[in-house]
Nanobody, 127 residues
Framework: QVQLVESGGGLVQAGGSLRLSCAASTDTFTNYAMGWFRQAPGKEREFVGAVSRNGRETEYADSVKGRFTTSRDNNKKTAYLQMNSLKPEDTAVYYC????????????????????WGQGTQVTVSS
């Protein structure tokens, strides 16, 4: 069982930055690729970014590429989402998720492959 707890959300002006953290409770954190997703009011949950087990591979949604960076610290069992140049359309509840992977370099944007999810943290970007 993996428990994930996000933190770092809040209210920020357009153009500002936030860093989300996702702390995992498992001792097998390095067995999981980590993903970030978001859900805006009235919309479906969508992929934001993902980082591989070893932290060397990442992938991003086109809408955040060049502005968001995901990383992880395996010693701290924590994943991060650094969000820069935030836009009002980035307003959503952000979720981190863990996907068991046999490969150290694998990432995935497929939500069905993520077996564990955090509770979500609200990010609001004002114009």
């Amino acid at each position: 069982q993996v428990q994930l707890v996000e933190s770092g959300g809040g209210l920020v002006q357009a153009g500002g930055s936030l860093r989300l953290s996702c702390a995992a409770s498992t001792d097998t954190f390095t067995n999981y690729a980590m993903g970030w997703f978001r859900q805006a009011p009235g919309k479906e949950r969508e992929f934001v970014g993902a980082v591989s087990r070893n932290g060397r591979e990442t992938e991003y949604a086109d809408s955040v590429k060049g502005r968001f960076t995901t990383s992880r610290d395996n010693n701290k069992k924590t994943a991060y989402l650094q969000m820069n140049s935030l836009k009002p359309e980035d307003t959503a509840v952000y979720y981190c998720a863990a996907s068991f992977s046999w490969l150290e370099i694998e990432t995935t944007r497929d939500q069905k492959k993520y077996g564990y999810w955090g509770q979500g943290t609200q990010v609001t970007v004002s114009s």
